[in-house]
């Protein structure tokens, strides 16, 4: 039995990772779970799983908690995130964290010869290479992408020799907004946003999506995840997400991973290690009713955010961090109505042209910077409110 720390147990992947978790409980044993203040999921998720014995609460009391499962270890606050993985005897973290929250767990779990199953992409974005040094000093842990476009691109890449890859091709849905030109995103809404095109997700990585800032930020991902050139990590439109990326090799052949557009079929490739594992409660996907598949070539001025993601890439250090951070911070004022949605991406970048890069930053840059980038994030914001 693996036993299972899930962090972000009430969000949308990590109630899609305690489907999975039940349908295999003879593989599986859920132990430790975090949340931020949704209690009410909390409770659902103890009564269903019994081996659960302690808990984080990060932002909510636990007085009442404590009281009705005195069985229950309880930590609070974000750094109860790391007393939860270290008290945990975990032999795997799932982190279905969103936002920079979810490095420092990362970062601690791989340090202790922890595996990771990363959902959380905003700890590659801000941390990538901090997370590859560790990888590199500690050869016995393994970290195992969650994010349907990498397990894609893992499962492509198996049995593969990298000198016989031509490019990785990221599959991008385009988002909500996809078919409206720039002009037409003045004065779009938070409803509007939400409604992605084939994925039902978390709202900040939704919004993420309609921004195409998700899609920068899985380019960042593949680079510290699969180790190739940024020139050699291309993404293409395909409004159906079916594709969900694609491998192009020398000889011009492609190998592709197609399939329906659920997380539990990613998740449980990541918590198998790298298994496909048969699952006949998942829908399968007929071929023969799609049709048709689409693809276009994307526009980078419609979509400024996969040039600034690709930046973070060649001038490394900080740069990530930053824009993870601004990006944070206006992607939280768009959702509270304090931001237009068109100022995103100009605002991230204003961010990004004042950062001075440190090389080769520590988790305390990271955090340092991180802090200061969504502080200069927020100025700006105000500004354009006077
Ligand atoms: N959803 C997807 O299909 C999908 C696909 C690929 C990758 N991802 C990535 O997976 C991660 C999770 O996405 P999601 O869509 O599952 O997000 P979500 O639905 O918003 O869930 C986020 C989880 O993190 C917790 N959380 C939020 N802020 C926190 C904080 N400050 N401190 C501690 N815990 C906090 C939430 O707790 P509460 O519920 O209590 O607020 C919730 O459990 C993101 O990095 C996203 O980019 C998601």
Same mark, same amino acid.
């Given at each position: 039995?693996?036993? !299972?720390?899930?962090?972000?147990?009430?969000?949308?992947?990590? @109630?899609? %990772?305690?489907?999975?978790?039940?349908?295999?409980?003879?593989?599986?044993?859920?132990?430790?779970?975090?949340?931020?203040?949704?209690?009410?999921?909390?409770?659902? *998720?103890?009564?269903?799983?019994?081996?659960?014995?302690?808990?984080?609460?990060?932002?909510?009391?636990?007085?009442?908690?404590?009281?009705?499962?005195?069985?229950?270890?309880?930590?609070?606050?974000?750094?109860?995130?790391?007393?939860?993985?270290?008290?945990?005897?975990?032999?795997?973290?799932?982190?279905?964290?969103?936002?920079?929250?979810?490095?420092?767990?990362?970062?601690?779990?791989?340090?202790?010869?922890?595996?990771?199953?990363?959902?959380?992409?905003? %700890?590659?974005?801000?941390?990538?290479?901090?997370?590859?040094?560790?990888?590199?000093?500690?050869?016995?842990?393994?970290?195992?992408?969650?994010?349907?476009? +990498?397990?894609?691109?893992? @499962?492509?890449?198996?049995?593969?020799? +990298?000198?016989? $890859?031509?490019?990785?091709?990221?599959?991008?849905?385009?988002?909500?907004?996809?078919?409206?030109?720039?002009?037409?995103?003045?004065?779009?809404?938070?409803?509007?946003?939400?409604?992605?095109?084939?994925?039902?997700?978390?709202?900040?990585?939704?919004?993420?999506?309609?921004?195409?800032?998700?899609?920068?930020?899985?380019?960042?991902?593949?680079?510290?995840?699969?180790?190739?050139?940024?020139?050699?990590?291309?993404?293409?439109?395909?409004?159906?997400? $079916?594709? +969900?990326?694609?491998?192009?090799?020398?000889?011009?052949?492609?190998?592709?991973?197609?399939?329906?557009?659920?997380?539990?079929?990613?998740?449980?490739?990541?918590?198998?290690?790298?298994?496909?594992?048969?699952?006949?409660?998942?829908?399968?996907?007929?071929?023969?009713?799609?049709?048709?598949?689409?693809?276009?070539?994307?526009?980078?001025?419609?979509?400024?955010?996969?040039?600034?993601?690709?930046?973070? !890439?060649?001038?490394?250090?900080?740069?990530?961090?930053?824009?993870?951070?601004?990006?944070?911070?206006?992607?939280?004022?768009?959702?509270?109505?304090?931001?237009?949605?068109?100022?995103?991406?100009?605002? *991230?970048?204003?961010?990004?042209?004042?950062?001075?890069?440190?090389? +080769?930053?520590?988790?305390?840059?990271? *955090?340092? $910077?991180?802090?200061?980038?969504?502080?200069?994030? !927020?100025?700006?914001?105000?500004?354009?409110?006077?």
């Amino acid at each position: 039995m693996k036993k !299972i720390c899930l962090l972000g147990a009430s969000g949308s992947i990590g @109630k899609s %990772t305690c489907d999975i978790l039940k349908k295999f409980n003879n593989s599986f044993e859920l132990v430790a779970v975090s949340i931020n203040k949704s209690v009410d999921i909390l409770e659902s *998720i103890i009564l269903q799983f019994p081996s659960i014995k302690s808990v984080c609460v990060c932002n909510a009391p636990i007085i009442e908690l404590q009281k009705k499962y005195p069985r229950i270890t309880f930590f609070t606050k974000e750094d109860g995130l790391i007393d939860l993985i270290a008290n945990s005897s975990c032999d795997m973290v799932v982190n279905a964290l969103v936002g920079f929250v979810g490095l420092k767990p990362t970062v601690y779990a791989l340090e202790h010869d922890i595996d990771v199953a990363l959902a959380n992409k905003e %700890t590659l974005v801000a941390g990538g290479e901090l997370i590859n040094d560790i990888l590199d000093k500690h050869h016995s842990v393994h970290l195992y992408p969650i994010d349907s476009e +990498h397990v894609a691109l893992a @499962k492509c890449l198996m049995h593969k020799n +990298h000198k016989d $890859v031509k490019r990785l091709i990221i599959t991008a849905s385009g988002g909500a907004f996809r078919d409206l030109t720039r002009e037409e995103l003045k004065g779009v809404t938070l409803q509007d946003a939400l409604k992605h095109p084939s994925w039902s997700m978390g709202e900040k990585i939704t919004v993420d999506s309609a921004t195409m800032v998700n899609k920068g930020f899985e380019i960042i991902e593949a680079y510290y995840l699969f180790n190739f050139e940024e020139n050699k990590i291309d993404v293409l439109l395909h409004d159906e997400s $079916v594709i +969900h990326s694609l491998v192009e090799m020398n000889d011009h052949s492609y190998v592709a991973d197609l399939g329906p557009a659920d997380m539990r079929i990613p998740i449980s490739f990541a918590l198998f290690e790298k298994e496909y594992q048969k699952n006949d409660t998942l829908p399968s996907l007929d071929l023969s009713l799609l049709g048709s598949l689409h693809f276009r070539k994307l526009d980078l001025k419609r979509y400024p955010a996969l040039e600034l993601a690709r930046r973070c !890439i060649k001038e490394k250090g900080t740069l990530g961090c930053v824009m993870n951070a601004a990006n944070e911070a206006c992607n939280l004022a768009f959702r509270k109505g304090e931001l237009e949605f068109d100022k995103i991406e100009e605002i *991230i970048k204003k961010v990004m042209d004042e950062h001075r890069i440190i090389d +080769h930053p520590t988790l305390l840059d990271l *955090i340092y $910077v991180n802090n200061q980038a969504y502080q200069e994030a !927020i100025n700006y914001i105000k500004e354009l409110k006077k």
